[in-house]
């Protein structure tokens, strides 16, 4: 390696397979450069949450990032730990800082088929995570009255149109998104199709939300232009419609392309796609920002419940397919910026074994009861770990 990783460790179950990951996975087999920040709790309430800023600043400093999953405090939380606060999600953070979408994709294999039987390839929800109801304003009222949308520009000059005029009890929202939110989106989605040569699908319902959506449509539109070219290059298709007919579309499509979706859209439809497709432990996620910084996780949290097992001692078959897959995901990325192909096929490699561990049967217990057609093998973490190790090996000798 010449450029080091960012890498940012974590907690609970998850924290204990990064180190298996790590000594039985990768450094027997890549002379890692990695710059390390703990973004374990612990460390992170000794530095009163500055690690994790110092994470992301290191991102945007040598643009790829590998995170373990972490906890986000709540009370429970303040109590186990003995916090001095209640920090901040790691992961707001950080996509504050660089102000991305999270790209998130099923990892399939034969033996699990998706619930929709046309689906062959995985398919990528790209979700804006800025605005729309997760920062609207409500009002219920309790007379009748008149509702109206008012804007005061720094000028002084006012916009005003009447909303409604109320003869009982209604609710009324306000909600709002901004130029440059939807353009970072547009940009980020557009980058991360050239990088990942799948084609772009993006929906809004700019039929009825004609301002509103038909804002994000011009935008993508406009935006679209700086990557035509290259679009074309790559034989990729950029594609507009509205959500319902993209619906429909997408359930009888192959799947192998990235939709990008609305704040709300996204959240609904990722968590359709992922159920979709089999489990949580099966998905990748990515934060991409719109000047080309990289940081891979896994989707899943820190599992909590198993990680009380393994403290009492007892056996844990946790799934590490998903943390596995963000250190592929992270040095096939450095292997192409830093032109190191010996690195990126390191990466392809170690998926490889994956799947192969898989498409044997060999399988944590999550996954037993998703199998067809194979009788599957349920193993601990540090047994399929193994298995993934052995076929390594072969692979890389090959
Ligand atoms: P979770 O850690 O994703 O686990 C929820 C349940 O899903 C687990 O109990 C387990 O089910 C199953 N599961 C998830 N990942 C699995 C894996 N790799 N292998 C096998 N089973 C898996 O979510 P949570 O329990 O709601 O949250 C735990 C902590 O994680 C919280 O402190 C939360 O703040 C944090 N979190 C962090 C992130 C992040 O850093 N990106 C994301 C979400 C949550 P069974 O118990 O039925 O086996
Ligand atoms: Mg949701």
């Given at each position: 390696m010449t450029t080091p990783l960012v890498e940012m460790d974590g907690d609970e179950m998850t924290r204990i397979i990064w180190q298996v990951l790590k000594d039985e996975l990768i450094l027997p087999y890549v002379e890692l450069k990695s710059e390390y920040y703990d973004l374990g709790l612990e460390k992170r309430d000794e530095t009163n949450d500055q690690i994790t800023v110092d994470a992301a600043k290191a991102t945007q400093k040598y643009g790829v990032a590998v995170k373990c999953a972490t906890i986000t405090p709540n009370d429970q939380r303040m109590t186990e730990y003995k916090l001095k606060e209640m920090w901040k999600s790691p992961n707001g953070t950080i996509r504050s800082i660089l102000d991305g979408t999270v790209f998130r994709a099923p990892i399939t294999i034969?033996?699990?088929?998706?619930?929709?039987?046309?689906?062959?390839k995985p398919i990528t929800i790209a979700r804006h995570?800025?605005?729309?109801v997760y920062k609207g304003v409500e009002i219920k009222t309790d007379e009748p009255g008149v509702a109206s949308l008012v804007f005061v520009g720094n000028s002084g000059k006012k916009t005003e149109v009447e909303i409604q005029k109320f003869a009982g009890i209604g609710v009324i929202q306000g909600t709002h998104n901004t130029e440059k939110s939807i353009r970072s989106f547009a940009h980020s989605c557009f980058k991360f199709a050239l990088s990942t040569k799948q084609d772009l699908w993006f929906s809004t319902k700019d039929t009825i939300s004609k301002k509103y959506d038909g804002f994000f449509k011009a935008i993508f539109e406009e935006v679209y232009q700086d990557y035509r070219e290259e679009f074309a290059k790559a034989g990729l298709e950029y594609f507009y419609t509205l959500i319902d007919d993209a619906v429909a579309r997408v359930v009888r499509s192959e799947g192998g392309y990235i939709w990008a979706c609305k704040n709300y859209d996204g959240d609904v439809m990722s968590d359709m796609v992922s159920t979709a497709f089999g489990s949580l432990a099966m998905m990748t996620s990515v934060l991409v920002s719109p000047d080309g910084k990289y940081e891979y996780e896994a989707?899943?949290?820190?599992v909590t419940r198993h990680y009380y097992k393994y403290l009492k001692g007892e056996e844990t078959s946790t799934n590490p397919v998903a943390t596995l897959f963000a250190w592929s995901g992270a040095f096939r990325k450095r292997g192409e910026l830093d032109a190191l192909p010996e690195l990126t096929r390191y990466a392809d490699c170690l998926e490889k074994a994956c799947y192969e561990t898989l498409n044997d049967g060999?399988?944590?217990?999550?996954l037993v009861n998703l199998m067809e057609g194979i009788t599957p093998k349920a193993v601990n973490t540090t047994e399929f770990i193994k298995e993934i190790k052995v076929r390594l090996d072969k692979l890389l000798v090959l």
């Open positions: 034969e033996s699990i088929k998706p619930a929709v039987k046309s689906w062959k995570a800025y605005g729309d989707a899943h949290g820190t060999i399988v944590t217990k999550d």
